[in-house]
């Protein structure tokens, strides 16, 4: 058991000085001695760089030394450590992610898209550096599940790792279920509280619980990152009726992130996917509401493990990424993703089509004779077994009524087969909505 | 960043073999792999110690040196850490600690008896000989909570720690719940399925829950290990009746175990309670049914994380302790309660009954005039305030009559006041039963 080298401070560069490392200034400040005990030594932040160096804060910056570009923060002799809290995939938050570790300092990054497309180089580089990479912040907010992972879960093959990974859209969702209101007006209400950005389409088109779930099934598999691969589908389509059906069904709608792995003989294959499920009332994920995430995973050993809590804002963000580096002050060792890099394994993307699943399918259709008979057809012909159907018999707001079915356990390419086969018809008013029931 | 001095593997000592000894075994065969490449070198056992050597354990222990006493392992040459799996709080398994860190070498253990006891010691023992101790699984099961409060949310005060620490207890009350069974037959059928001992005392009267909740406080408030402080309750009082009541009026009833810190300008003092209380339907912890265990912590920056999970078993268990192998591989040197030992505050006792609270309080009375008077009375001059009072038409089992209420919130000592006043009255024919409602 070797402890730290040395008690000096470990000294910290802080990029980005939005909510969240302003929130980081401020844990540092309120929670120090605290931080400090526990860490065995300071930490401390020495400079800060940030695009507009006069804005008000509402702190006084004055201790720091304050860098105008971020390559001189990556060199910065008073700099052990670089916080990345710039933001975006690329551009300069890469460019400084790359340059503190090719100058042998740690990085602690809270960008999950970052991570889900550069983060095997960067973890590359940190290995070959010598130097430590932690992103505990990119995925789910304050909660510490990537060391939940990485090191609670280490004794463990993962069999599957799936959860709530985006709290707009679980506010969204159970604002709908609460209101019985559509989806139109419950993300304008989301807005107008703060839970959904203006331009809302990372969010509500899975992009980001994408980002989050590329990184988790890396952590679980011990496979390359793979965030193309991930299957991606928004809430926008979810309705109101489809709440509605989902809860006489037994039924609450959630977007899940799921991952899990095929091991075939010849190779080994990766199913990621983001998607609205229906999610039995009695599954742990089901009374999970609000801007919540939690994240599953499911063990050989310790079975089913949750780890829930606030997915975004800047008091979870800061609290992982002060977690991130106390690690770092203990000198902790582990590699980013678990594994060393070459160790990961890339896998192939396995065929979701080839999955069985149960099913729900929801058509609006045109209000007369002979529609329910078509779409029974194409069922039939698809080779889709349907286990309950229900159609409401008045047509609401666009014209058309509700046809709703939940599908036997069959192949998921069965599925959409049936529907491809519906695509154009005259009978649809729009576009057919399919949804997986989360397997328990 | 330094890296495990050598990638020599870790020798492993294992002492006790009952079920979750020969699912360390399994787990290490069967997931030795992978554990290998997250821990950066083998760990492999090296030695085992029971107490009787040729009892069939469904597998062979062939390749592992036998010792005949304890004494022998913890000073084997081939052992790095000693595996403590033997339970209870003193006597062969404080003997068998004491002397592994004495020795130089690391302990891992899942005896939450003894670490509640003598934590402290074996804490001040390992930092004064350079070696580690980890204890995931003394507490909570397969659940990485300790790991979560000591590193995972290690950035925060933690200004609560609560939760359900007992599986047997959230079984029984869960399936009084599911079947409107009593509290006999619903233990008995507990026992029937393997989910309480023989002697359930243990885990029905609480103690169980405190000895994971005085290690939880410790880690939470850096606070000496004090469980004699602990006010325990268990769930022998607790009828169908109440938990019918509770469920008219919004609520469950659960086995919480709940551990804050006063901060009074003279000294800090914890509180530390188990005991049933009634839960809000739409508390996270009100939906979590059957043997598990969750606990919340709530942290001035990450807000309210959540660890749910198997409590107990002997793969979860298993994996805890192999997760706490794995650390000591790596080489981290965290201390064993997050901070040095002589940084731990030995906090007073915090009054309880000057807390603040709404409870819920049932008296079985005689069925005659006068009763409701009495009890009214004794409220009243005790200065408890009532919000909503029910009264059962029909006298049951125990020929009384149900008097249920809830107070509105109020100092607890007002409370037990009144319960004190009416003991020995005549118009009681039980026990009154009072459980605080859960704040949320």
Partial sequence: MEQPSSLSPLRVGLAGLGTVGTG???LLEQNGKLVEQRAGRAIRITAVCARERHRDRGGDLGGYAWCDDMAELAAHDDVDVVVELVGGSDGPALTLARQTLAAGRGLVTANKAMVAHHGMELAQMAEAHGCGLR?????????PVVKGLREGAAANVIERVYGILNGTCNYILTAMEASGADFGESLADAQARG?????????????DAAHKLAILAALAFGTEIDFDSVEVEGIRQVRAVDIAQADA???VIRLIGV??????????RLLQRVRPCLVAKDHPLAPIAGPTNAVVAEGNFAGRLLFQGAGAGDGPTASAVVADLIDLARGESGAPFSVPVASLVAAAKADSGARESRSYIRFMVADRPGVLAEIAAA???AGVSIQSLIQEGEANGDGGVLVAMVTHTGPVRNVRQAVAMLEGSDSLVAEPLVMPILRN
Avoid: K, N, S, W
């Fill in 135 to 143: 992103f505990e912040a990119a995925v789910a907010g304050g909660i």
């Fill in 24 to 26: 980081v200034i401020r």
């Fill in 195 to 207: 839970f959904a950005e203006a331009d809302p389409a990372f969010d509500i088109d899975g992009v």
């Fill in 249 to 251: 069904l037994g039924y």
């Fill in 259 to 268: 991952a899990d792995m095929e091991h075939a003989p010849a190779e080994t």
């Fill in 379 to 381: 069922m039939r012909d």
